[in-house]
């Protein structure tokens, strides 16, 4: 298992490494395919996957699609609008089509569009800034880095639990050493590139528990749902959503964060 995982996240990392450097098309066309694996991985895991749901999870699917190319002709005013016609629509479904969907799905497919759909395309829109293509590393350190920190400082040191119903193995020291070692991977990586130093340190440590509270929501989900993983794409790591989990809270605030601290 260890090595299905190791092979998997070098292989992700490589994906990850080529479409952020590449930007423009191909990182475009690349979270909207991941947007679109994810939410219909939040179907499955929400149980709407059998025929009668086709209409429903289709009307969702073109709202991520027509989101996203709003997003890439940067037509910002018009993405407010294009997911509240999607709301809208998703609705008139559910009223016309009474009683084939209740109102947990319907709930359920808006959820889905946002916290993977626009959540995620927070990743495109970091690239899109001035700097961006340092900055947008900032999710993944925040994210990735994060986790791993806090896997060593918790395996070292954990003594006391952080969430002990919704996740055992996590503890308050592991939760601080993922923030802090975020911060000082932040703190290396502007120093690197000759960058803010304190500034990077403190997006990182803000990032990091953001990435936390993403884990965790991304696992109550499944609890919830009495499932393990949201899916198989990932051998070691499950589907698209378990990976990404940190990284889908991450975006918007690393957006929100370098617009405030470090575009001029």
């Known amino acids: 298992m260890f090595k299905t995982r190791l092979i998997s996240g070098i292989i992700l990392m490589v994906i990850a490494l080529y479409t952020i450097i590449s930007g423009g098309t191909i990182l475009f066309a690349t979270l909207l395919a991941i947007s679109l694996i994810g939410i219909d991985e939040i179907f499955r895991a929400m149980k709407i996957v059998d025929n009668n749901s086709v209409l429903l999870r289709l009307t969702s699917y073109l709202t991520i699609v027509a989101y996203y190319l709003i997003m890439y002709f940067e ?4 993405q407010l609008p294009v997911l509240m016609i999607g709301l809208v629509i998703n609705m008139f479904v559910y009223v016309f089509s009474y009683p084939k969907y209740n109102a947990g799905q319907i709930m359920a497919a808006f959820f889905g569009i946002v ?3 626009v959540m995620l395309s927070f990743i495109y829109q970091t690239r899109l800034l001035a700097g961006g293509n340092f900055h947008v590393w900032l999710i ?6 994060c986790d791993t920190c806090a896997y060593c400082a918790g395996v070292t040191l954990g003594k006391h639990k952080m969430a002990p119903v919704l996740s055992p193995k996590k503890s308050i020291e592991g939760a601080i ?3 802090l070692g975020a911060a000082l991977l932040g703190g290396i990586y502007a120093a690197v590139i000759d960058e803010k130093i304190m500034e990077y340190v403190i997006i990182c440590a803000i990032g990091a528990l953001i990435a936390m509270v993403g884990d965790l929501a991304a696992s109550a989900i499944k609890r919830n749902q009495d ?3 949201y899916g198989s794409l990932i051998p070691g790591h499950g589907g698209i959503l378990d990976r990404f989990d940190s990284v889908i809270f991450v975006a918007p605030i690393i957006f929100i964060l370098s617009r405030l601290l470090l575009v001029q």
């Not at 037509?75 to 018009?78: M, T």
């Not at 993944?140 to 880095?145: I, Q, R």
């Open 140 to 145: 993944f350190l925040c994210s990735w880095g």
């Open 115 to 117: 916290y993977v759909g």
């Open 177 to 179: 050493g993922g923030v």
């Open 75 to 78: 037509l910002s005013e018009y």
């Open 227 to 229: 499932i393990k993983d």
